[in-house]
């Protein structure tokens, strides 16, 4: 099983953000940090001192919420496409276009789509903690408290150029409505 990569399923990324099935949290990290590019043995190396094991694995599984690469299992659109190679960020799907109002609503949301593509596509399992704190996070004061921890390792992985770009973004959705 170590060697096997997993990723979302459709079900899996729903599960995400409408929380439907009790999962233990240490459960729930893991499935946040599935993303069909890190074998389960990284998985497990990183996520082993909260107690995550293969039963972890075996649970998501059960419930359908991932499944094995080449399973025949359609993937979550964010396990199914590959982002670009590319040093600027790209913005999430969710978030409403550049010049629309975003209500607070919408506002967490599209931070929620951002810092949950950003993190793992800009740090990886090095930003694991940040990662849960952006599942916990309720409020836009919540989002801005992650803003300066995110950009700063942003800085550190990726250089000032790609983080300024980010800051940028952010500052745009966490920017009070009109």
Known sequence: MRDTVFFK?????????????RLHPRVRSLLVL????HRAGELLDTLQTIGVSEDSFKELLNHGLVAAAGAGVSAAPEAAVEAPDTEMPLAPAEAPSQGAPLDEQEQRRALYAYFNLHIRETLGLRGFMLQLQVEKAETLADYAAIRDQFLSAA???KGDTVAAAMQAELDRLLAPPA
């Open 155 to 157: 800085r550190k992985s």
């Open 34 to 37: 599935i993303d069909g590019k």
């Open 9 to 21: 399923t459709e079900a899996g990324a729903q599960e995400i953000t409408a929380r439907q099935i």
